[in-house]
């Protein structure tokens, strides 16, 4: 018997890793009980910086049972070494919401791979989820965008 339960709790654990949801044995959850990321779409996987200023457009949607207040994105430099935080208020307490952003880059932002390194959903109780790049990318979602100078070098 020990044995068999071992068996369903490493099973189950491996399952819900997959999924990209991570919850120790006793929380074993029900889906639609934890705020999570639904979808995230970049609108390009390369943006040639050839103006003084160019767009990466971007969608989130989000959900939390308990309604939405915030949602924000942090992009990583190539580097590692700068971070572009977006902030997007909920202004009604919805339960699931798609946000539409943008991230300004100069013809001076540093080339090569940025990431989304965690997106942050704050629910309207105060409960705060952190989203890892890992966890987004363990659901598929694209997480980098290749960002060239003109003539297309890093």
């Known amino acids: 018997m020990i044995r068999l339960l071992f068996r369903w709790q490493f099973w189950a654990l491996i399952l819900l890793n997959h999924t ?6 006793e929380d074993l959850p029900q889906s639609n009980k934890e705020a999570k990321i639904q979808r995230l779409s970049l609108v390009q996987d390369t943006l040639i910086l050839t103006h003084k200023e160019d767009i990466l457009y971007f969608s989130i ?3 939390a049972p308990q309604g939405l207040k915030n949602i924000t994105i942090e992009f990583l430099s190539p580097s590692r070494e700068k971070r572009i935080i977006q902030n997007y208020p909920i202004e009604s ?3 699931s ?3 539409l952003g943008h991230i300004t880059f100069t013809k001076k932002s540093e080339k090569g791979v940025w990431t989304i390194d965690r997106i942050i959903i704050n629910c309207t109780n105060g409960k705060k989820v952190v989203v890892a790049r890992e966890m987004l990318e363990i659901q598929n979602f694209s997480t980098t965008i290749l960002v060239l100078g003109k003539g297309r070098r890093y």
């Open 20 to 25: 990209g949801v991570l919850f120790a044995r």
């Open 61 to 63: 949607r989000a959900f």
């Open 93 to 95: 307490n919805k339960n």
């Open 97 to 99: 919401k798609l946000v």
